[in-house]
């Protein structure tokens, strides 16, 4: 029998997609990381999950301030949503719980993306004709 040191792996079982066009939209590492941590963990049917910076942090070795400001780009440039939620002790006093992620369909992120890129456009055309004017004399 021949060696093989690459073991046979279930490619369903144990692995999980992300998206090529992520690549795309010039996430950090960092944000890059929390992403893949939360794609990892969401439920494949309704594309939620709730791990807290805590966890998340641990994961990906980030501390939780990190983890919090990963989480705020990610919905800046939606990816993400994320939603508080609550959660009763056994004596009935409500409590924050952890945020609900909810991972947002790569095509709106693109969408947004090519938004802002031409939007950023627009404002450096106007800079640049309101430069051309004041440089012409009159």
């Known amino acids: 029998m021949k060696y093989n040191p690459y073991p046979k792996r279930d490619a369903i079982k144990n692995y999980f997609p992300?998206?090529?066009?992520i690549f795309m939209l010039g996430l950090c590492a960092g944000e890059i990381?929390?992403?893949?941590?939360?794609?990892?963990r969401e439920n494949r049917n309704t594309f939620q999950c709730w791990p807290s910076y805590?966890?998340?942090?641990?994961?990906?070795?980030?501390?939780?301030?990190?983890?919090?400001?990963?989480?705020m780009a990610l919905e800046?440039?939606?990816?993400?949503?994320a939603e508080p939620t609550s959660v009763y002790t056994k004596s009935g006093?409500?409590?924050?719980?952890?945020l609900l992620y909810t991972i947002r369909p790569i095509q709106e992120a693109l969408d947004e993306q090519?938004?802002?890129?031409?939007?950023?456009?627009e404002v450096d055309t106007a800079r640049s004709a309101?430069?051309?004017?004041?440089?012409?004399p009159a």
């Open 93 to 98: 006093q409500k409590r924050n719980g952890s």
């Open 130 to 136: 309101a430069k051309q004017r004041e440089e012409t």
């Open 114 to 121: 090519y938004r802002r890129q031409f939007e950023r456009l």
């Open 76 to 81: 800046e440039k939606a990816l993400i949503t």
């Open 54 to 71: 805590k966890t998340i942090g641990k994961a990906v070795g980030m501390s939780q301030n990190t983890v919090r400001k990963y989480v």
């Open 18 to 21: 992300l998206p090529n066009e």
């Open 33 to 40: 990381s929390v992403y893949s941590y939360l794609l990892y």
